[in-house]
């Protein structure tokens, strides 16, 4: 089966968004190629990157500090972190109300969120591996996930020792 590169390098799609990375920062001739053939590349993006200089439209939306989400690391286990601090600009906006805004623009169901909570607990019905828990529902510790994890957990099996120096006269 193709991936989802081999898909875009081919051309198959007209538009494609590019979500906090930067393919052409990181590699400008691969991304020259994979992209090459896309009409409206849209980029949403914490900083002013090589991508978003290639792109159509670019959209600048609020880093993690700034919002509310959730992540699952290689071991499978859930994460929630909350806004840390408020936003200086608050016409600057998530990622997820960029994507509703462009859905809407597009006239394409289904993209009734406001924010990436939302998204979550509509996440969290539709799997069952989320045992239909919702975003405030999630411990500050998260919850392993009944996931084959990705890579072992990280200091598995290992003891914290204290720093010790020898101060030396």
Same mark, same amino acid.
């Given at each position: 089966?193709? %991936?989802?590169?081999?898909?875009?390098?081919?051309?198959?799609?007209?538009?494609?968004?590019?979500?906090?990375?930067? +393919?052409?920062?990181?590699? *400008?001739?691969?991304?020259?190629?994979?992209? =090459?053939?896309?009409?409206?590349?849209?980029?949403?993006?914490?900083? #002013?990157?090589?991508?978003?200089?290639?792109?159509?439209? #670019?959209?600048?939306?609020?880093?993690? %500090?700034?919002?509310?989400?959730?992540?699952?690391?290689? #071991? =499978?286990?859930?994460?929630?972190?909350?806004?840390?601090?408020? +936003?200086?600009?608050?016409?600057?906006?998530?990622?997820?109300?960029?994507?509703?805004?462009?859905?809407?623009?597009?006239?394409?169901? =289904?993209?009734?969120?406001?924010?990436?909570?939302?998204?979550?607990?509509?996440?969290?019905?539709?799997?069952?591996?989320?045992?239909?828990? %919702?975003?405030?529902?999630?411990?500050?510790?998260?919850?392993?996930?009944?996931?084959? *994890?990705?890579? *072992?957990?990280?200091?598995?099996?290992?003891?914290?020792?204290?720093?010790?120096?020898?101060?030396?006269?």
């Amino acid at each position: 089966a193709e %991936t989802l590169l081999e898909k875009i390098e081919k051309g198959a799609f007209k538009a494609v968004i590019v979500m906090e990375q930067d +393919p052409f920062g990181e590699n *400008p001739e691969q991304a020259k190629k994979v992209y =090459g053939k896309v009409k409206a590349l849209v980029v949403l993006s914490t900083h #002013a990157t090589e991508t978003a200089k290639q792109a159509a439209m #670019a959209f600048p939306m609020r880093p993690f %500090t700034e919002k509310a989400g959730t992540f699952v690391n290689a #071991a =499978g286990h859930l994460q929630r972190f909350k806004l840390a601090v408020e +936003p200086e600009n608050p016409d600057l906006v998530e990622s997820a109300r960029w994507i509703t805004k462009l859905a809407r623009a597009l006239e394409l169901n =289904g993209f009734d969120y406001e924010d990436t909570p939302m998204i979550f607990n509509a996440l969290a019905k539709e799997n069952a591996k989320l045992d239909g828990l %919702t975003f405030d529902s999630i411990s500050p510790a998260g919850k392993q996930l009944d996931l084959k *994890p990705a890579s *072992p957990e990280p200091f598995q099996g290992i003891q914290a020792q204290p720093n010790v120096f020898e101060m030396k006269s």
